[in-house]
T-cell receptor
Framework: DAGITQSPRHKVTETGTPVTLRCHQT?????MYWYRQDPGHGLRLIHYSYGVKDTDKGEVSDGYSVSRSKTEDFLLTLESATSSQTSVYFC?????????FGPGTRLTVL | ELKVEQNPLFLSMQEGKNYTIYCNYSTTSDRLYWYRQDPGKSLESLFV???NGAVKQEGRLMASLDTKARLSTLHITAAVHDLSATYFCAVDMDNYQLIWGAGTKLIIKP
């Protein structure tokens, strides 16, 4: 257990509403990642962070923004949710050469 | 652009049999990861392969990496029902961003 929690674990929202997902870690890891998982696609990187206020885009960043104001928290925001953002979202941390994952957030956009 | 292909994507097999899952990738990398995911759960790190010729074994699973062929294999020996899961490989893009295969869903029948 890498001490990673995600909140909320499940969320149903409507198209056009803003949504923020939170990833919290307890072990002071520098690198944190947000992925989405969809059937047939494996995981795809949305954004990642390499330190407080240091973030960069992944391969599917359109429609998402992130913030990291404290080492322990990495927030993912959908400014205006769309049905195509219905997915399972995983947060991860990097510890040496490995990435360890949080429990995931299942987001449904109606 | 790095692409990662797993095959097969679906595998149904009998207990006691051996089988191999393949992971091919399109550009140079010498870091490859294998993860396991149970239905509705998060991802669990299985193996970290960090150099050409790396081989790691854990119980009935053995993973290997051939960076020249851009190929990794996950071999299952004498399969048991508890190994039923989806297995993912992921390749490192030199900056600890991972590109993921689509996953192999493995069903082992008693």
């Amino acid at each position: 257990d890498a001490g990673i929690t995600q909140s909320p674990r499940h969320k149903v929202t409507e198209t056009g509403t803003p949504v923020t997902l939170r990833c919290h870690q307890t072990e002071n890891h520098r690198y944190m990642y947000w992925y989405r998982q969809d059937p047939g696609h494996g995981l795809r990187l949305i954004h990642y962070s390499y330190g407080v206020k240091d973030t960069d885009k992944g391969e599917v960043s359109d429609g998402y923004s992130v913030s990291r104001s404290k080492t322990e928290d990495f927030l993912l925001t959908l400014e205006s949710a769309t049905s195509s953002q219905t997915s399972v979202y995983f947060c991860a941390i990097r510890d040496f050469n490995e990435q360890f994952f949080g429990p995931g957030t299942r987001l449904t956009v109606l | 652009e790095l692409k990662v292909e797993q095959n097969p994507l679906f595998l149904s097999m009998q207990e006691g049999k051996n089988y191999t899952i393949y992971c091919n990738y399109s550009t140079t990398s010498d870091r490859l990861y294998w993860y396991r995911q149970d239905p509705g759960k998060s991802l669990e790190s299985l193996f970290v392969l960090l150099s050409n010729g790396a081989v790691k074994q854990e119980g009935r699973l053995m993973a290997s990496l051939d960076t020249k062929a851009r190929l990794s294999t996950l071999h299952i020996t004498a399969a048991v029902h508890d190994l039923s899961a989806t297995y993912f490989c992921a390749v490192d893009m030199d900056n600890y961003q991972l590109i993921w295969g689509a996953g192999t869903k493995l069903i082992i029948k008693p």
